[in-house]
């Protein structure tokens, strides 16, 4: 489409956006099971509001803007805190969970580099960690070593260790991982890190907020945080379970030595000195202050709530499946992950029953090896299980008596 060679009206326009929107996803009513997170409409309200007033406002230089430093810093303190990182930890605002574990791996690569001279770089993680370790590894030059997990879901650390060397320079946990919902050994993992004094990063982009508020409920949680030693660094995305706007993720690590490996400074050019914390130079500050803004509209108490809903949703919706002859639940959910797989998979295709559902406009994640869908239940899913299942009971059907096959379709596209 050509530029229109004069511009049009602002409610045009607007109309324009809106009319785009009418075939994607409803996740304002719960229809997506990924991708898409909802506290309500009063929160997004907020969230969108405080995103408005920074729009423009650039984080690249907060000597010009110090809202912005203040802002990130409130919200990587109370990350943080979450996080049981004490008053040594220290970390960025970035722009999602990639942006964080690139910064993971970036910052294990240079401490490599640093402490032990090391110039081929390996990375050692199981192959439930989530692909933008692998994109961090393509892009900074490091060996992705993937550990196949074991027959739980969870990382095999006797496997593990035996893939490390003298080149290894991160070791990676994640609670939960993304593919089947379960936490890693994280206190073992990092163990093995300690024990080499080699960085131990915690991936809790899906699980962070989930994970602290889940144990304050009172669940059984495995330690997953600072309060392991050896672990060095930990992301988590606020535009995930925090119910902030897209783009906020925040990286901590165990201290600012550690944090400086992240960092990049130059003056090698005629613009004078370039710092950056992450991979963007110039840094939006909408996102941030939608993260700030959320995190104070909706308090601890808040996260308490809707913590407790998506748990509840995530149980109502295993349970379910569970009843249900055909599927087979590939694990039982650690924090608000399902993961759906076919009882016997020779005669029924869940890529089949992903399109069936899409066509009556609920949207689950595709995934595998195995071919498994995937549904991230989270607070605007509370009180809408039981028309899902519905649905998806009604699916079923459709898909058995037509012996149906789907299209595998993808977590991310190119186009
Ligand atoms: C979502 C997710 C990521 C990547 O985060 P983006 O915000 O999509 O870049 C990384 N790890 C886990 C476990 C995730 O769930």
Redesign the pocket.
């Known amino acids: 489409m050509a530029l229109p060679a004069h511009g049009i009206s602002r409610d045009q326009v607007l109309a324009q956006l809106d009319d785009f929107k009418v075939a994607d996803v409803k996740w304002r009513d719960g229809h997506a099971f990924t991708l898409a997170y909802s506290a309500g409409e009063e929160v997004l309200a907020v969230a969108e509001a405080a995103y408005a007033k920074y729009s423009t406002e650039n984080a690249l230089n907060t000597d010009a803007f110090p809202s912005l430093r203040r802002i990130q810093s409130d919200v990587v303190d109370i990350v943080a805190g979450w996080l049981e990182a004490g008053p040594e930890g220290a970390g960025f605002m970035t722009?999602?969970?990639?942006?964080?574990?690139l910064m993971a791996v970036k910052a294990a690569r240079e401490r490599g580099r640093k402490e032990k001279g090391i110039t081929q770089p390996n990375v050692v993680l199981p192959t439930s960690?989530?692909?933008?370790?692998e994109k961090g590894c393509y892009y900074f030059g490091l060996e992705s070593r993937r550990v196949a997990v074991g027959a739980d879901w969870k990382a095999d650390v006797a496997a593990m260790e035996a893939a490390i060397d003298d080149n290894t320079v991160l070791v990676v946990g994640?609670a939960?991982?993304?593919p089947q919902g379960v936490i890693d050994p994280i206190a073992e993992i990092a163990a093995i890190a300690a024990a080499r004094d080699i960085n131990c990063h915690v991936?809790?982009?899906?699980?962070g907020v989930t994970l602290t508020y889940l144990e304050r409920l009172g669940h059984e949680i495995p330690a997953w945080n600072f309060s392991v030693p050896g672990v060095t660094s930990i992301?988590v995305?606020l535009?995930?379970y925090g119910y902030t706007a897209?783009g906020a993720?925040v990286i901590v690590h165990r201290n600012k030595r550690l944090r400086g490996y992240q960092t990049y400074v130059t003056d090698n050019w005629l613009g004078g000195m370039y710092g950056s914390s992450g991979v963007l130079g110039t840094k939006g500050g909408g996102a941030m202050a939608a993260a700030w803004a959320v995190l104070h509209f909706l308090g601890d108490d808040g996260y308490l709530r809707l913590t407790s809903a998506a748990r509840q949703a995530c149980e109502e919706l295993t349970a379910a499946v569970r009843g249900m002859p055909e599927l087979a639940i590939r694990a039982e959910p650690e924090a608000t992950?399902l993961a759906i797989g076919a009882a016997d998979p020779e005669r029924f295709d869940v890529f089949a029953l992903a399109d069936a559902l899409w066509r009556r406009g609920w949207y689950v994640d595709r995934q595998g090896p195995p071919a498994s869908l995937h549904c991230?239940v989270n607070a605007v899913h509370a009180g809408r299980i039981p028309a899902f299942v519905a649905d998806l009971r009604a699916s079923i059907d459709e898909v058995s008596s037509a012996g149906a096959a789907g299209a595998q379709g993808a977590y991310?596209t190119v186009d």
């Open positions: 722009s999602g969970g990639t942006e964080s574990l960690a989530h692909a933008a370790f994640s939960p991982q993304y991936d809790g982009c899906m699980g992301s995305d535009h995930k897209k993720s992950l991230t991310g």
